[in-house]
């Protein structure tokens, strides 16, 4: 499923597309989604993993609800690559793509006029495709959240 999905009529294209649950049954990685992370361009043509949390989904939508011309937003980060985007007055994005050690590229598209509102529904998407059902009780320490049913909490098995 496409987190992100930013494509020009020149070819650039840069999308996060969640692949699934990192470690699904692992309290302590559960909730963590795998990405992979396209890049192409006339000088570039990447894949790329990024790990996302529950936290990084949250601040990657109030990112999009606060982004105007002259802002940023960015996705990633804590453990690896970083996706940042920053939106210039004429419509224009410029996408950064920063994995350390592996690749920093910058290319530039002009997406679609409702891309933001389109890229809220692709949050919510994930969400409700992979919802959170962990909660840290302390430092290290994870639990089963009983609170929120999905189906799915039946079916997984952890001592």
Known sequence: MDLIHLADAEGNRCIVRVTGRFKPGDPMFHDTLHANVLVSASFVDARLDVYLSQHEL?????DLAALAPGRNACIGGDRGLTLGLHLHEDGWLSITVDDPDRLVAMLG???DENWINDHHERVEQVRRTW??????????????????????????HVQ
Request: cysteine-free; proline content about 12%; hydrophobic content about 25%.
């Open 58 to 62: 949250d601040a990657w939508q109030q």
């Open 109 to 111: 598209a002009r997406p």
């Open 131 to 156: 919802p959170g059902e962990v909660v840290e009780t302390s430092p290290g320490a994870y639990r089963w959240n009983t609170d929120r049913p999905t189906g799915r909490l039946d079916q997984l």
